[in-house]
C-alpha cells in the first residue's frame, strides 16, 4: 500500500493506471468534461470507467447501472437495440422459412 501512495499517489491512481492507463486527473477531466453525469443515464456522480473490451479504449464514465447493463448486453449493441424494442412493446418474432431455419425480425 505505502508502494502504491509513494509510485502513484493512492491505489485509486493505481488502479486507474494499471487498468486503463488513465491517471485519476485524466478520469476527472472525463467527468468534468461529460458535467459531472454518467454519459448514459445522466445520473450525478458516476464513478465507473466504461471501456470497450475488445481494445480496451475508454469511452466514458457510467454509474453502476449503466456499466454493468452494458456488460450484461455484451457490449453488443443489436442486443441492446433488441432489449429497447423489446421494453417499447414491439415483441421479437422469428419467422420460419425452412425446418429449423428462422429469420430475424429486422
Known amino acids: 500500500m505505502e508502494g502504491k501512495?509513494?509510485?502513484h499517489g493512492g491505489t485509486r491512481d493505481y488502479?486507474?493506471?494499471h487498468r486503463y492507463?488513465?491517471?485519476g486527473a485524466e478520469v476527472d477531466a472525463m467527468l468534468e468534461a461529460q458535467r459531472g453525469?454518467?454519459?448514459i443515464c445522466l445520473t450525478p456522480d458516476p464513478e465507473h470507467v466504461d471501456h470497450?473490451?475488445?481494445?480496451g479504449r475508454v469511452r466514458a464514465i457510467l454509474c453502476f447501472n449503466c456499466n454493468g447493463g452494458l456488460g450484461?448486453?455484451?457490449?453488443?449493441?443489436?442486443?441492446?437495440r433488441r432489449?429497447?424494442?423489446?421494453?417499447?412493446?414491439?415483441?421479437?418474432k422469428p419467422t420460419l422459412v425452412a425446418p429449423g431455419v428462422y429469420r430475424l425480425p429486422s
Open 52 to 55: 470497450d473490451h475488445k481494445t
Open 5 to 7: 501512495r509513494r509510485l
Open 83 to 92: 432489449g429497447a424494442d423489446y421494453l417499447e412493446g414491439n415483441v421479437w
Open 15 to 17: 488502479h486507474l493506471k
Open 21 to 23: 492507463g488513465l491517471t
Open 72 to 80: 450484461q448486453f455484451k457490449d453488443r449493441p443489436e442486443l441492446l
Open 37 to 39: 453525469v454518467c454519459a
